[in-house]
């Protein structure tokens, strides 16, 4: 398949419009070869996927982190960054990003997560926030007996989650922002959420959520947007003809 047919499709599913405007969707890397027969999915480009996608022969990684996300003042091998450039250049491997597009999609991260969870009637906030869901457990569940769930769900070990709540509390609703998104619960507690799931909790966050009377499970950036893979794999073997690979590379930071 040609390569701009390739990015059509992806485009058509996960709108650009739909990104925000300080984010970096689209091309990453364009380089001159037009055909795209195999594409790796992959959170982010990293050294070992980009040896990856060179072991599985794939012309195009599509990933759901921007490689670059403000201008470059210069391509420097020394710099991270610069070196993922001139390698896939030099690869002639192209990567296309879809971040907070993907984020927002009908059927994108946050719709994918509550699937993953096994959480039933999954709604968008009533205040229009994209970026927010919500549902509710199929069965009465304790604070931590969903965490024990949440962690088999998202096959990632507990010791990379923190909890803040009462284990004990029964967990009836619950509200979620994949990666990054701290910033909403407050507005999770407005829709009248016992628990918020994100990632990149920090202290004072911690603190407001205690006063406010809300849990919150912190399952990680990485933990959280994982799960992007298999469900952006799943949409390009329905929409295209191409073969498409699953990164396997853990690129889980902590340890």
């Known amino acids: ?34 055909d795209v027969d195999k594409a790796l999915v992959a959170l982010e480009v990293t050294d070992d996927v980009i040896d990856e996608a ?49 984020d927002k999609l009908d059927g994108g991260n946050n719709d994918y997560l509550g699937q993953v969870l096994e959480l039933n009637d999954i709604v968008p906030f009533e205040n229009g926030n994209l970026f927010c869901r919500r549902a509710v457990t199929p069965f009465e569940v304790t604070l931590a ?5 949440a962690a088999d769900a998202l096959e990632i070990s507990e010791k990379y989650f923190k909890v803040c709540g ?42 407001m959520a205690k006063a406010l009377g809300i849990c ?15 469900n952006m794999a799943e949409i390009l073997s329905r929409k295209t003809n191409c073969e498409i690979v699953k990164s396997k590379i853990d690129i889980n930071p902590f340890v």
């Not at 398949?1 to 650009?16: A, D, G, H, L, T």
């Not at 007996?145 to 769930?149: D, I």
């Not at 701290?182 to 829709?191: D, G, M, N, V």
């Open 216 to 230: 919150v499970l912190d399952a990680g950036h990485y933990g959280t947007e994982k799960i992007f893979v298999d």
């Open 145 to 149: 007996e969903f965490v024990h769930k």
């Open 54 to 102: 060179v072991d599985t022969e794939s012309d195009l990684i599509i990933t759901h982190h921007p490689m670059i996300f403000e201008g470059i003042d210069k391509i420097d091998h020394n710099d991270v960054t610069g070196n993922y450039i001139i390698k896939l250049i030099k690869l002639g491997i192209s990567v296309y990003s879809c971040h907070t597009s993907f």
């Open 1 to 34: 398949m040609k390569k701009n047919k390739f990015i059509e499709i992806i485009e058509s599913v996960c709108p650009p419009d739909l990104a925000e405007p300080w984010d970096n969707c689209g091309f990453q890397v364009n380089t001159e070869f037009e």
């Open 166 to 207: 009462d284990p004990t509390r029964t967990i009836y609703s619950v509200g979620w922002c994949t990666g990054s998104g701290a910033e909403f619960i407050r507005e999770a507690c407005e829709e009248g959420c016992d628990l918020f799931i994100t990632g990149d909790l920090k202290y004072h966050d911690a603190q």
